[in-house]
């Protein structure tokens, strides 16, 4: 049953962050990525609100809720909000120098692999 949660949760999630380009790229000028801005904000804020309604209002939200709408939706409508979760979960938690290293490696790292990515797509075209 879980599995089929977050398969429904991360459907929705995908929908939501497709109508969020298409709007973005009809309503904004520009070359800042607009809707990858507002989608990681807009997941960001929906885990944190989610995930403090668990903690501060158990009787809301059900573990299977909270399940769909983090791992789900949230996870299908960005990565970027689980990632800010955790780094917040971290300085609360009074892990400050573990929380900058995840900060500064995560963004790091996957800025690299990108370019990895690019390159390995370049040689295998040529």
Do not use: D
Not at 17 to 33: A, H, Q, S, T
Not at 101 to 110: E, H, Q
Request: aromatic letters at 16%; charged letters at 10%.
């Amino acid at each position: 049953m879980n599995v089929f949660l977050v398969f429904l949760g991360g459907g929705l999630g995908s929908v939501l962050r497709y109508l969020v380009k298409v709007f973005c790229e009809k309503n904004l000028i520009g070359v800042f990525p607009y809707s990858t801005f507002s989608v990681n904000i807009l997941g960001s804020f929906f885990i944190g609100f989610v995930c403090a309604l668990v903690f501060y209002k158990t009787s809301l939200i059900s573990p299977q809720l909270k399940l769909f709408l983090t791992v789900g939706v949230a996870g299908g409508f960005t990565t970027f909000s689980s990632y800010s979760f955790e780094v917040v979960e971290l300085f609360k938690n009074g892990h400050f120098i573990a929380g900058c290293v995840y900060s500064v490696l995560s963004v790091i790292i996957s800025l690299a692999a990108v370019i990895c990515g690019v390159l390995s797509a370049k040689y295998i075209g040529s």
